[in-house]
């Protein structure tokens, strides 16, 4: 890689604010060579519905990245199968959206693309494809051969990884084992300090239960599965403080003093993050040899082509992913 890097993009779901996002990133300059691995024709109609200027150019993969002008990206063509509509899903497109992600983690992984930013997906219109499919973490980690991804999310100083994520809120309880927890722990912390620079990470650990399990009288938990795992890791060098309960957590007078949340759960953590930085907040995907970011929201179908769709958190997560893909 060169100083400058590439930062390959794939839009998400054809019929959703994905390819909107592209556009409206693509009016300005970026300091990396930004390639959207998308179909070429729909980026261009999105453009002319929206009345914003875009060009493409054909990437050239084996060049030296190239920043380009605003209005500007590269573009690594993939077909979609059957022309997209704005706001109308059709499963037949379903494949072509696991294709960018493939065409894009691929890059990375063969060290082409210094990392991946990711706009939204429609997961259920995959799953009607006949594809089993429970969003990029899981999909991208299956990519890269890991077995066990961390989802963090990112807005400001503000970080909040999960121990679990897409999961039935009854099942939580029966994934959260003392192994899940060390290894999401070890990966937290080595990437908080490889990815972020983070010299000693400081991280606040949920308890499952309503007030951290109220010494057992309100789930064991904490007492048999969580407090001992954090002794251990403590043991191992990593700076793991609690089970806390989530309620009094998220306080300034703990978050001061913390570089990471560790959520037993996704709503346990996300809605808090979200409430302080929707719109702005940023998703990345931890343990992955490869760097990727993306949005904190879903595909908006009833804003796709109105030209309200915000693109903040593509910002965010596009420049996130040069930080990281600089550093």
Known sequence: MSAL????????????????????????AWPAEVVAVADGELLRARAAMLGLPL??????????????????????????????EAGRLDPRNAGYVLETLRRASELCRSGRAGAMVTGPVQKSVI???????????EFLAAQCGIALPVMMLVA??????????????????????????QQTLTILDAD????????????????????AGESGHLGREEIEIIGPTLDAARA??????????????????????????????????LPVLKHAGFGEAVNITLGLPIIRTSVDHGTALDLAGSGRADAGSLRAAMQLAIDLAST
Do not use: W
């Open 236 to 269: 191992a060098g990593i700076d793991a403080r609690g089970p806390l309960p989530a309620d009094t957590l998220f306080t300034p007078q703990y978050l001061d003093a913390a570089d990471a949340v560790l959520a037993m759960y996704h709503d346990q953590g």
């Open 55 to 84: 060009q493409l150019e054909p990437v050239q993969l084996d060049a030296v990245p190239q920043a380009r002008p605003s209005g500007t990206l590269a573009l690594l063509d993939t077909p979609l199968a059957v022309p997209a």
């Open 127 to 137: 799953n009607d494809a006949g594809v089993a499919f429970s969003g990029h973490t």
């Open 192 to 211: 908080l300090r490889r990815k972020f620079g983070i010299a000693r990470p400081r991280i606040l650990v949920c308890g499952l239960n309503p007030h």
């Open 156 to 181: 400001g100083t503000l970080r909040v990884a999960l121990v679990t994520t897409h999961l039935p809120l009854r099942d939580v309880a029966d994934a959260i084992s003392a192994e899940r927890l």
């Open 5 to 28: 890097p590439r930062i390959v993009l794939t839009p998400g779901e054809p019929a959703g604010i994905g390819p909107d996002l592209a556009c409206r990133i693509a009016a300005q």
